[in-house]
């Protein structure tokens, strides 16, 4: 062994014997605090063993824990004599009140009032035996004693407050809130407090005058008022506590034009409840009246976009483009204007020709306008998806992105989206390797950001639609954990659908066919996908895919604008197959149909309801519940 090896573990073993030598030192003046500080004590006179208060109080808990409040109030009596702690107190007059012992309760708070002469909880406690043993004259006097000799002191108000919060004394704890409201002349309301309150005891207007009385005093605080209201609405799904906080911020903003916040708060309410229609109204009334230059606008066009309300969207944009070139946001005006209205083309379904050859001339418009650089790149690659996907130029498709991606100065992050376009694209035209190739790149050049999670799930399931399942699952089992909630939660889908359907009992057989119409179905080639489809039925008879290739014939159907059949399938789901992971979906999925293309709003309403009924964990449940109230009308006149 070396000298420096020696040296070394010479240095290690002192750091070790100096660190154990400062723990001793520490553990022996740590245990021996409480003997020291016991000052005016005779020595050597019932001196306790080492450990026996402790064993005391752990036993006098354990008592307390077993509702032997006798042993319990014996043991704590002891303990408060000797330390005079205010917890052993608290403990030693719960187990009184719970003997139904007032008289000694009462004796015990009297003699800790004297020694806390400024201390109102003591009155409380008092007030709360007197209570408890019938006097409540006695009580009240008490309890008005503390309000009122409250000081004007932040912190012994929120105490006082508390204490009766503690004895369940609702009222009493908003009398004191409201008493320091005026001792501390509004410098600090109490607002977020008694809004809590108020919540505890069910009289949510009380609760959202407290809230919105809170951006008064502190505007600032929005943000923090929102996130607080956003969890109590999604907590009571049932109260209408949403259209109670829109009826009073539609009166506060007609009394208060001038205050931003209510405007603000009344367009954050909206896309909550995703009324995508008033909140359009409240954002351009932002805009109009505090000169937002159309930023507002603009955010809540991108929102009601991803939301699938394509008409707000496109009217929002219009409406930043109306200012005119020469607005900062023209340009991703049209840009989001296109994608819009692209968006609500191809989701519809049912869309002719001349509706996607008009969507490829307004493209061509734009880029031609704005010239090919990296602010028009989104609109190349929209340009190329609608080409490839809905046109069947797949050359000309793949070519325009080949350029893009040797454009100068374009960002990293842009060419790994036009990398991914194009492996999209390669995969639909059935070039599974080179698809691949570009998927493993921009996974690599962003292994821990969204689009690398993106790319990892692209890549997965190209090797699920070749029917390299293991591999396939593998990456699917990581992305169960990705940051973006879309992604993990296609993931694990995938995921269970390949673990359920390749167990060591049966071949994959099944999977690898229902694979290959899932893919076909990716390249818009239906007609191979409904050949598959059926030859597994054919073949197999029942299997555990029984429900999984039902709902891929109820999308084609979808897909084909046979709004009916697709219904008549998702039924068969739903009824026959309730007790497996789709028919949740196949309800959901019933009722936009019923909602949406089938013009029968009841039946959407029943479908929504016995998804809430029967599914309540589902991860729709949320949105049918919005949906399932939007269809009964719960919405509150606009004033």
């Known amino acids: 062994m070396t000298n420096k090896n020696l040296n070394s573990k010479f240095y290690i073993l002192k750091s070790k014997i100096y660190i154990l030598n400062s723990l001793f030192l520490l553990l022996t003046l740590t245990f021996s605090l409480p003997i020291i500080s016991q000052v005016n004590r005779p020595p050597f006179v019932n001196q306790q063993k080492p450990g026996k208060k402790s064993d005391d109080s752990q036993l006098a808990y354990q008592y307390y824990r077993n509702k032997e409040f006798e042993k319990a109030a014996e043991l704590f009596e002891k303990l408060y004599n000797k330390t005079r702690s205010h917890n052993y107190y608290t403990f030693y007059l719960n187990c009184l009140i719970e003997l139904g012992d007032y008289k000694r309760a009462e004796k015990l708070i009297k003699k800790q009032i004297k020694r806390n002469l400024k201390n109102s909880k003591y009155n409380i406690d008092l007030g709360h035996v007197y209570s408890m043993a019938n006097k409540h004259e006695l009580a009240d006097k008490q309890f008005t004693k503390a309000i009122n000799s409250l000081p004007p002191d932040k912190m012994k108000i929120l105490q006082t407050a508390n204490t009766f919060l503690y004895r369940n004394k609702f009222n009493l704890a908003i009398a004191t809130f409201k008493k320091g409201r005026e001792l501390l002349n509004n410098s600090y309301p109490f607002n977020l407090e008694l809004a809590q309150i108020y919540y505890r005891t069910g ?283 879309l992604i993990a939660n296609d993931a694990m889908e995938l995921s269970l659908l390949i673990s359920d359907n390749t167990n060591m009992d049966s071949t994959t057989t099944e999977l690898q066919l229902f694979a290959k119409a899932d893919m076909f179905f990716y390249q818009n080639k239906d007609d191979l996908a409904i050949q598959v489809l059926d030859s597994i039925n054919f073949i197999f008879g029942y299997h555990s895919l029984n429900d999984e290739v039902l709902f891929k014939k109820a999308e084609i159907q979808m897909k084909r604008g046979s709004f009916t059949e697709a219904d008549s399938l998702l039924k068969q789901i739903s009824e026959q197959y309730y007790f497996d992971i789709l028919s949740d979906d196949a309800i959901f999925k019933r009722a936009e149909l019923q909602e949406k293309y089938l013009n029968n709003p009841q039946k959407a309403m029943e479908l929504y309801h016995d998804l809430l009924t029967n599914y309540p964990g589902s991860l729709f449940s949320v949105e049918a519940r919005k949906r399932f109230r939007k269809l009964r009308g719960d919405k509150v006149e606009e004033m």
Not at 205 to 221: G, K, P, R, T, V
Not at 333 to 350: M, P, Q, W, Y
Not at 447 to 454: D, F, Q
């Open 203 to 485: 009289n949510f207007q009380a609760m959202i005058n407290e809230y919105l009385d809170f951006l008064e005093f502190d505007a600032n605080s929005i943000k923090t008022v929102q996130n607080k209201l956003q969890t109590i609405i999604s907590n009571e799904p049932e109260s209408n506590i949403d259209e109670t906080l829109r009826k009073s911020l539609l009166i506060r903003t007609q009394k208060f034009p001038e205050k931003r916040f209510y405007p603000e708060m009344l367009l954050w309410l909206s896309i909550q409840q995703k009324d995508f229609d008033f909140a359009f109204i409240q954002a351009r009334s932002i805009d109009r009246r505090f000169n937002e230059n159309g930023k507002i606008v603009y955010g809540l066009a991108g929102l009601s976009a991803s939301n699938k309300n394509y008409d707000i969207a496109i009217e929002a944009y219009n409406y930043i483009i109306n200012k005119g070139r020469n607005n900062p946001l023209y340009l991703d005006g049209r840009i989001g204007l296109l994608h819009a209205e692209f968006l609500k083309t191809i989701e519809k379904f049912v869309y002719t020709e001349k509706e996607i050859l008009n969507l490829e001339k307004k493209y061509f418009a734009a880029i031609n306008e704005f010239g090919e650089n990296p602010r028009t790149i989104p609109l190349i690659r929209e340009l190329a998806h609608l080409q490839a996907f809905y046109m069947n130029k797949l050359e000309e498709a793949a070519n325009l992105l080949n350029e893009t991606i040797l454009m100068k100065n374009i960002s990293k992050y842009q060419l790994a989206e036009c990398k991914l376009e194009l492996a999209d694209i390669l995969l639909f035209s059935g070039d599974v390797w080179e698809a691949t190739l570009l998927y493993s790149q921009v996974e690599k050049s962003f292994k821990n950001e969204p689009i690398g999670h993106e790319a990892k799930f692209k890549n997965a399931k190209l090797f699920y639609y070749i029917g390299e399942f293991e591999w396939a699952k593998a990456q699917l089992d990581i992305l169960k954990a990705a940051t973006s909630k």
